[in-house]
T-cell receptor
């Protein structure tokens, strides 16, 4: 069965510092996709970044980068130069890319708080 | 902006009543998903459609829940005889099947409160 584990329920970071949010996953599927979503207090889920299991390079999207270590089954999100607006819940998620089951499995999330 | 739209944003109802939520996906997306999110947890998959066909349902989707997407565009999620445990945020998402693994784009959700 697929599973996403986020071991940091909450983190506090000083503004302008970089932050790493941890994510480990478990799957027996040979091909899969990993996602990170941001959920501010207003509730909407905002897609941040995607990493395919066969992608050779780590994904980057502006201040977001995904530190993908396939052998360790980890997909940590790195946010550089954090801003006050980065305060939110962050969810790591996974989908089996070639499965007929198109659902995404989410982790329990990490609440990130940026201190001014 | 033509993102995923959900209506209503909030719904408060008495236990035992029926409720229906609507989701309008991004227009060119043929996949539509429903998730449920309780406080402090990540979203949990309920069901998904490809065009008008409902292809998968979670065991979380009891007999009191039904979802439709009659013309492959908007979708409705109905909960009959609501119970206290149905209180949650109901999220709709859509995605395209074109190209590499596509992200699901979420709406703002419908927050359901059962009195």
């Amino acid at each position: 069965a697929q599973k996403i584990t986020q071991t940091q329920p909450g983190m506090f970071v000083q503004e302008k510092e970089a932050v790493t949010l941890d994510c480990t996953y478990d799957t027996s599927d040979p091909s899969y996709g990993l996602f990170w979503y941001k959920q501010p207090s207003s509730g909407e889920m905002i897609f941040l970044i995607y990493q395919g299991s066969y992608d050779q390079q780590n994904a980057t999207e502006g201040r977001y980068s995904l530190n993908f270590q396939k052998a360790r089954k980890s997909a940590n999100l790195v946010i550089s130069a954090s801003q006050l607006g980065d305060s939110a819940m962050y969810f790591c998620a996974m989908r089996a890319a070639y499965s007929s089951a198109s659902k995404i499995i989410f982790g329990s999330g990490t609440r990130l708080s940026i201190r001014p | 902006d033509t993102g995923v739209s959900q209506d209503p944003r909030h719904k408060i109802t008495k236990r035992g009543q029926n409720v229906t939520f609507r989701c309008d996906p991004i227009s060119e997306h043929n996949r539509l998903y429903w998730y449920r999110q309780t406080l402090g947890q990540g979203p949990e998959f309920l069901t998904y459609f490809q065009n008008e066909a409902q292809l998968e349902k979670s065991r979380l989707l009891s007999d009191r829940f039904s979802a439709e997407r009659p013309k492959g565009s908007f979708s409705t999620l109905e909960i009959q005889r609501t119970e206290q445990g149905d209180s949650a945020m109901y999220l709709c998402a859509s995605s395209s099947t074109v190209g590499a693994d596509q992200p699901q784009h979420f709406g703002d959700g419908t927050r359901l409160s059962i009195l």
